[in-house]
């Protein structure tokens, strides 16, 4: 079964709202962004959360101590590395925590970071020149074929629109939705989480049949 993984929660009211569309994981970014939010915030959110969810923790390029602190502080269930983090700092968070490393990936499907790297799962994004992450934009899927979907998560520029298309391609570990379910940045949208787990179950229907 993919795990669906909803990112750039901000407020207990779309936390509650992804979980009962279907959401398992939700993701707490603690980068710069326009969804950033604090490890306070984030720990009084996840608080109220059903234990089977799991929570994500999003840095970039931060210290393994600042990390392992807030990581502890909020009670997250993996570590998501978006940044240019070091093989030498995903091993050592690796002895703690499962860590998903962010492959940056150009929208022609042109790799542009590693993938032998000490991580528990990789998550192939969109990058785009200065942009550090999220951008809201779909990579070209073929590349995927390099990829062994066990090991993978995908994001950039999915959508309820387009979900159909990547799911008739691959079937990967997980799937890391932002943007593409949201009134505005850091506020979620019910009729688009709907229509995404929509899809989904009838693609999970057709192939039990």
């Excluded at 390029?61 to 997250?76: G, N, R, W, Y």
């Excluded at 690796?94 to 940056?104: A, E, L, R």
């Excluded at 990829?147 to 990967?172: C, H, K, Q, W």
Aim: with cysteine; hydrophobic share 40%; glycine share 8%.
């Amino acid at each position: 079964m993919m795990l669906v993984k909803i990112c750039g929660i901000t407020n207990l009211e779309d936390a509650q709202m992804a979980i009962e569309a279907g959401a398992d994981a939700l993701g707490f970014i603690f980068a710069p962004s326009k969804r950033q939010i604090s490890p306070e915030k984030a720990s009084e959110i996840i608080s109220r959360l059903p234990s089977r969810i799991q929570v994500v923790g999003v840095f970039r390029d931060e210290s393994i101590e600042f990390m392992k602190q807030v990581a502890q502080f909020t009670k997250l269930s993996w570590l998501q590395l978006h940044g240019n983090e070091s093989i030498e700092t995903c091993q050592a968070l690796s002895k703690f925590y499962k860590v998903v490393k962010t492959v940056k990936v150009n929208p022609n499907g042109t790799r542009e970071s590693p993938i032998d790297l000490p991580a528990w799962k990789l998550l192939l994004d969109t990058a785009l020149p200065g942009i550090s992450g999220g951008t809201g934009i779909k990579f070209n899927w073929d590349a995927l074929s390099q990829f062994n979907p066990e090991n993978i998560f995908v994001a950039g520029g999915i959508t309820p629109e387009n979900i159909g298309d990547l799911l008739s391609r691959i079937t990967p570990f997980g799937i890391d939705l932002c943007s593409g379910v949201e009134i505005s940045p850091g506020r979620k949208d019910k009729q688009k989480l709907q229509q995404l787990f929509n899809v989904i179950h009838q693609f999970d229907k057709e192939k039990v049949e």
